[in-house]
């Protein structure tokens, strides 16, 4: 559900709720705009990191079979995606069944513990996990044993709103936190310590119905978990049990 707003609503709905209406030296367009912005790119990754795939889109290729050169798993280089990736959160891959199967997100320090034994053959390994290596690059772990097609989610890169005209999707009143958090950075110039301490109530009330309403659609808890993935190495390492 769609419910954008431009940039020009946004910053006089800023003005209003911070009475600031007639305080455009002090507080001029363009730091407004600042303000928003900044929270706009904040509450999308607030979203995206407690599991609720509003923002989120995706992207298919094919895994190449093997390591890459120099590495003990597969890189998977993602920097051509457009417009860019803020942080990437999960990828799928196609068994040969036809199947989807999600890879876990691990640690990168796990990132030389899915190698195969040695003397063994990787030929028809499937790849179990995923680590970040940069924004833009990934660990595969193990290296698949042939081609394997993907799918990965990453929240991309928005770019800031400019124009008056410019829009941002609040999907069902999200932009309300976007605008108390704008008006918090003003009135914190401003030193109103009774002014700061309501809006920010205000903003801490809509983040908390934003989370509630999107209960049903999204994964409860985080979106990277920690697991003790020992035994699902068991059988690409040459360990002593």
């Known amino acids: ?17 911070a009475d600031l209406q007639s305080l455009t030296l002090r507080h001029p367009d363009a730091t407004i705009n600042t303000f928003i912005n900044s929270e706009i790119q904040a509450l999308r990754e ?34 051509a995606l457009s ?4 942080r990437i959160f999960g990828l799928d891959i196609q068994l040969t069944n036809q199947r989807w199967q999600a890879l876990r997100a691990v640690d990168f320090s796990e990132r030389t513990q ?25 660990a595969i772990l193990p290296a698949p044993g042939y081609a394997v ?10 770019a800031d709103l400019t124009l008056d005209a ?26 109103h310590a009774e002014v700061f301490s309501i809006l920010q109530a205000e903003r801490e009330r809509h983040w908390q119905r934003i989370l509630q309403n999107c209960s049903k659609v999204s994964a409860a808890g985080a979106v990277f978990r ?5 035994g699902r190495r068991r059988r690409f390492t040459n360990w002593s049990w």
Request: charged share 15%; hydrophobic share 35%; net charge neutral.
């Open 1 to 17: 559900m769609a419910r954008t707003r431009t940039l020009l609503q946004l910053r006089t709905s800023v003005r209003d709720q």
């Open 46 to 79: 607030q979203i995206s990191a407690v599991g609720i795939s509003h923002f989120l889109t995706s992207a298919t290729g094919s895994l190449t079979a093997g390591v890459s050169t120099g590495f003990p798993y597969r890189l998977l280089d993602l920097s």
């Open 83 to 86: 417009p860019g990736i803020v």
């Open 114 to 138: 899915y190698q195969p034994e040695l003397g063994s053959t990787s030929a028809g390994t499937v790849p179990e996990a995923w680590a970040n290596v940069t924004t833009y690059t990934l």
């Open 149 to 158: 097609p993907y799918r990965v989610y990453y929240l991309p890169v928005l």
């Open 166 to 191: 410019d829009t941002f999707d609040g999907i069902a009143g999200f932009e309300d936190a976007v605008v108390y958090g704008a008006c918090l950075r003003c009135v914190s110039r401003d030193q």
């Open 226 to 230: 920690r697991q003790d993935s020992l």
